[in-house]
């Protein structure tokens, strides 16, 4: 072989690994949290209710210096925002994406933990340090279970979150569609209430992160979620179209 083909070929092979190596640290989910396109993640956020409820809805939008700011406020109740951190898992990634609406029992409760969360992320505390202060504040009574019943809407047509509920188990992060209603269960377990737990998840409801802040989780059915997705499609590719982790896989086909 030519020593002029030799050199290019070890230029060519050194150029795909710079490459290679730019495009792995780019994707790289531990990298800084960027904000969404502020119009796609008001989009989002207010995707997580019934088309009925979103024209009046209060919706928050994520200042990475800050924390969660209004950007609109609604009157009927329900405030909707994209949670970008579960604190349980003290991982700070740039890739989780929750759009939630909480009525105001949740705003009250729960929705304070998770934007305590944001604000001291903004404020650069490490994870591990936030969490064990989101734990002392649960229990000191600064977080503490709702007075009344309510529930969540995650009814939005994709989420990208963990799979495990260990939250040792910080890399089975995945794109899905699960719309879902959450109902607030203070310190409720499976075996309290004989629940099948998770997995399998579906199609009955199941305890979820017993304690104060504790949920019985129902899923929409099939047919429910594959028509959710088919009537946002719009938002779904341009969701896609912002960043690929959030390309959802094809809809299930809904049974007759």
């Known amino acids: ?100 609406c909480y009525d105001r029992v949740g705003a009250q409760n729960h929705m304070q933990v998770l934007f305590d969360v944001a604000r001291l992320r903004a404020q650069g505390m490490p994870p591990e340090v936030m969490k064990r202060r989101i734990q002392e504040g649960f229990k000191t009574g600064k977080y503490h279970a709702p007075e009344s019943a309510g529930f969540s809407y995650m009814t939005a047509p994709l989420m990208r979150t963990y799979m495990s509920l260990d939250p040792n188990e910080k890399s089975t992060v995945m794109t899905m569609s699960m719309p879902h209603v959450m109902y607030y269960a203070p310190n409720v377990s499976d075996a309290k209430v004989g629940g099948l737990g998770c997995p399998p998840c579906a199609p009955y409801p199941f305890a979820f992160e017993s304690g104060p802040h504790g949920y019985i989780i129902q899923r929409l059915g099939d047919r429910e979620a594959a028509k959710l997705v088919a009537d946002e499609s719009t938002l779904v590719r341009e969701l896609c179209e912002y960043r690929s982790v959030l390309c959802l896989s094809p809809p299930p086909t809904a049974k007759p």
């Open 1 to 100: 072989m030519k020593p002029i083909t030799v050199a290019i070929g070890m230029i060519g092979l050194a150029y795909l690994a710079v490459n290679s190596a730019a495009s792995a640290a780019a994707n790289d989910p531990h990298n800084a949290l960027e904000p969404m396109p502020k119009s796609l993640e008001v989009r989002f956020a207010l995707s997580a209710l019934p088309p009925p409820l979103r024209t009046d809805a209060t919706v928050y939008v994520l200042d990475t210096g800050k924390g969660y700011v209004l950007e609109h406020a609604g009157a009927n109740g329900q405030s909707c925002f994209v949670s970008r951190t579960e604190w349980k898992f003290a991982d700070y990634r740039n890739d989780i994406y929750d759009a939630t």
